[in-house]
């Protein structure tokens, strides 16, 4: 879990409003009417990423998927577990609300009426037989859509799923007691919280009810509510058994509503019992009036050592800000944190040691610490076993998607690199195809492959600029050399055909993008023969082989080709544009380069410059086409007295895994396979040498 | 007496889409002449900058005579009540280029795509926003996808922040409903958050008539150059929207007098040709093609932005007329 040790971090709490469509969507399917559910599915994905999308515009950094597909956050679970009936027109009113709506009839009778055109009709769900977890296909889509939303934005620092707590959706009528129903449904809930866990992304226990167990509502004992809470957090920590705190976020409030609420009971009542959750940071909605929650004295609290609070004013725009750990929380009205605990919990029996003092630096959805034993790899990298060309150096990809998959096709023709592991962070198609090809191949992310042995020599970052700023210092740290085909451009930029050798024992390579790929050769051609004052190159890509990533960040591809036509096709100066053409079928990719040359320059020596670097490039990139000779422009005053080289370009992918047409992905790809069997012969060299 | 209140708002792109007209070789004298009529004759918004948009001067697009955001200050200065408006298409302008034109007193954004493409545009919106302008989207070669995809990505305009979005009769290919029917379309999609407008072409002289359909059926701003100054025949001449809106009695605070005078005598003596529409300008019109490209260019599908284009397939003809030439195949 990410920790505001340099600055401070935010978040929110997660559910974010979903699009009007979908809710209308939601209201057929909840209401039990026909409705389309591969239209559903499809909104509920696009709603996520639009939403994981917002979040990053705004700066968040620790987001989640706005719970876009669930109707409300205690009662999706329906869905998700066996055992219940539902009873409509029944209600499971908080304890906490009675008061209110006795202090303010009329507001709440307009509050509740609301409901009546709400999306889900009231129902309550009874228990009448055995629980057990049965959500295991919506899980996995909620943690399909939210990853593949996060793949396509920067920024987020971490992500989390929320999940809610074993207490307030339902009533029991099948256990002999509330203490068995209670074991029952938090260990249903345990399979969601720790496929959660696994994922990758941090889990948000959502426990509103524990709020509602404490509530004085003016007809239970005292004590009598203190051990229902007790019974509370024991099941709830039975049901976390094992997970490092450090993954998991409880999240509690007073209330949903954001109407009059005078009588909630201290926040220093809830305290004390909520810190005896097993997490690792606790955010709370707290009512902005001060006596309901101040405790009445207003002294410095201390954290107990190694977890964070998130802090949340109730509002209709919350502020929110989490503190770093162990950090004294100097708000005025803040209740006794260490009232009655002077250190966190022990954890449960047998769960592993906790990163609980140590803020790890982890990687959100790509690096999952597994809670349980890791899944043991299905096969070894045949890089150790018999048979084994030991001049070869052994590879990893991470990123099974469709670049990893295409230059997993292009490394198996390898003379120097054996890859003997694919990594992801979810089971996909692309680690299925690696397990065929006899690849060692994991959903467990980084800290799978980190745990191989023999490690790699070379890992292919194929993932998202965001996941590379996060894996880089632990490449470097195992010692792996990292050739970055992300635009996060952490390493030297690199094009294989102009700088490749001064960058052989860089530990991180980048690889641009691939208008660089397919121009920044010529440039340099040019430049090597006569001075350059002025470059320019249009790249022009079919629509769908520019991802949403691309799209979003459609300057980050101009900014980074313009510097690399400076840094490294040697231009004083360069130009990127980009052009996404939507035409079907798609056109092949396409690309311009404009040189600014001397007025006297010697044409035929460029023409020969040129030609020779194109045959360089297609070495390694076979549909790499010069469409025409380089066309030559007189000088020209507008041109500040320089002549033009005009050279037209084409590039056809080799159809490996991509299609033919997206030529921009593929000569990122088979850049990137050249830069790793330059430095693996290399390598290669020196050992036999 | 009071103003009655205006019902339409005029932008005049003279000064960007003009641009291309004039090979991008405005001078501050023209600019300054140009913004100071239009603003006497009550015009709200003029656009001024490359005609490609923000960061356009290249070698693709042809480089400015004198650079645009020194054009955009000069604009700004001479203006008294109008807004400038600048335009940037994403892939050709970036961020830092809008910045500079704020910074050089820009106010209105009209942030360009091809028609299937908005969500391209959705960061430069977010800047815009940021920098406290108006925002405007601008829908280019609408003729190429259907009034529902229009809807749909002027609804992700409008999601990023646009304050307006526009239907872009690029190649002035949209005959009558087809103008009408995409209108709509955004109309029921965005009306209620945002307003509709229209920029059109003369390639088949309906520039000003689908401007009338457009606003008939919701649209509030239009798009207008003096004398129709643009690429090919041009775009819908801002001195006869004046006319054809005023006598169809449609208020739009322009004075007709005060902009017939500023296209007569101000930009009437620079302009190097009238536009008008010629065989290649109809032929644009007929296939749908953007700017000065050749039918081959509609065949091959080509979109706005892809001039560099236009010397390969020269190449490309002539190489094939010399295999004929030579009997080869």
Known sequence: ?????????????????????????????????????????????????????????????????????????????????????????????????????????????????????????????????????????????????????????????????????????????????????????????????????????????????????????????????????????????????????????????????????????????????????????????????????????????????????????????????????????????????????????????????????????????????????????????????????????????????????????????????????????????????????????????LDWLLRQDPLPRLVFEATSAYAHRANAPRYAEAGLTAIDLTPAALGPLVCPAVNLMAHLDAPNVNMISCGAQATVPIVHAVSSVVPVPYAEIVASVASRSAGPGTRANIDEFTHTTSRAIEVVGGAERGKAIIVLNPVEPPMIMRDTVFCAIPADADTDAITASIERRVAEVQRYVPGYTLRAEPQYDEARDSWHGNARVAVFLEVQGAGDYLPEYAGNLDIMTAAAAQVGEVIAQRRAQKVTA | MTTPARQLRITDTTLRDGSHAMAHQFTEEQVRATVHALDAAGVEVIEVTHGDGLGGSSFNYGFSRVDEIELITAGVQEATQAKIAVLLVPGIGTKDNLRDAREAGASVARIATHCTEADVSIQHFGLARDLGMETVGFLMMAHKTSPAEMARQARIMVDAGAECVYCVDSAGALVLGDAQERVQAMYAEIGHQAEIGFHGHQNLSLGVANSVLAYQHGARQIDGALCALGAGAGNSPTEVLAATFDHLGVVTGLDVGGVLAAAEEVVRPFLPRWPKMDRSAIVQGWAGVYSSFLPRAGELGYVGGQEDMIIDIAVQLASERELAATGAR
């Not at chain 1, 992304?201 to 009598?224: H, K």
């Not at chain 1, 229902?228 to 998991?248: F, S, T, W, Y």
């Not at chain 1, 909520?274 to 009036?289: C, D, E, K, Q």
């Open chain 1, 1 to 445: 879990m990410q920790r505001s040790t340099e600055r401070i971090l935010t978040t929110h709490v997660g559910s974010l409003a979903r699009p009007h469509d979908l809710l209308e969507l939601m209201r057929e399917k909840e209401h039990g009417r026909p409705y389309d559910p591969q239209r559903f599915a499809k909104r509920v994905a696009e709603a996520v990423s639009d939403v994981v999308r917002r979040q990053a515009a705004a700066g968040l950094d620790v987001i989640t998927d706005g719970e876009q597909g669930k109707v409300s956050v205690l009662t999706y679970v329906k869905e998700r577990l066996a055992g219940f009936d539902q009873v409509e027109g029944e209600t499971l009113l908080p304890p906490s609300w009675q008061r209110e709506i006795d202090d303010f009839p009329e507001y709440y009778r307009g509050y509740m009426s609301k409901y009546s055109g709400a999306v889900a009709p009231m129902k309550v769900m009874v228990c009448t037989g055995p629980v057990a977890y049965a959500g295991q296909a919506a899980l996995h889509t909620d943690i399909e859509n939210l990853r593949a939303a996060l793949d396509e934005v920067d920024g987020p620092v971490e992500a989390f799923l929320p999940s809610t707590s074993p207490s307030g959706f339902g009533r029991n009528e099948y256990y002999a007691s509330e203490r068995d129903y209670l074991a029952a449904v938090a260990e249903a809930m345990r399979e969601e919280y720790l496929a959660i866990v696994e994922s990758g992304f941090l889990l948000q226990v959502d426990d509103p009810w524990l709020i509602e167990i404490l509530t004085d509502d003016g007809r239970s004992d005292p004590a009598e509510r203190r051990r229902r809470a007790a019974e509370h957090v024991d099941a709830l920590n039975h049901a976390l058994r094992g997970i490092p705190e450090d993954r998991i976020r409880l999240h509690t409030c007073y209330g949903l509503n954001h109407g009059p609420r005078l009588n909630d009971i201290p926040l220093a009542d809830v305290v004390p019992v909520m810190l005896r959750i097993n997490a690792g940071a606790y955010s709370s909605r707290w009512p902005t009036r001060g006596t309901s929650t101040s405790g009445g004295s207003g002294r410095t609290r201390r954290c107990p050592t190694a977890r964070s609070c998130c802090r949340a004013c109730s509002g209709t725009r919350p502020t929110t800000s989490s503190t770093p750990s162990s950090s004294p929380i100097a708000s005025a009205p803040t209740p006794d944190w260490s009232a009655g605990k002077t250190s966190s919990p022990a954890p449960t029996a047998g769960s592993p040691p906790g990163p609980r003092s140590r803020p790890r630096c982890t990687r959100p959805w790509s690096g999952p610490s597994s809670p349980r034993s890791p899944r043991a790899p299905r096969s070894r990298p045949s890089a150790c076993g018999e048979g084994t060309d030991m001049t070869k150096t052994l590879a990893a990809i991470v990123g099974p998607g469709n670049i990893g998959t295409d230059l997993l096709a292009k490394l198996q023709r390898s003379e120097h690199i054996e890859v003997g592991y694919m990594v992801g962070v979810i089971e996909s198609d692309g680690l299925d195809r690696a397990r065929k090809l006899g690849l060692a191949a994991s959903a467990e992310g």
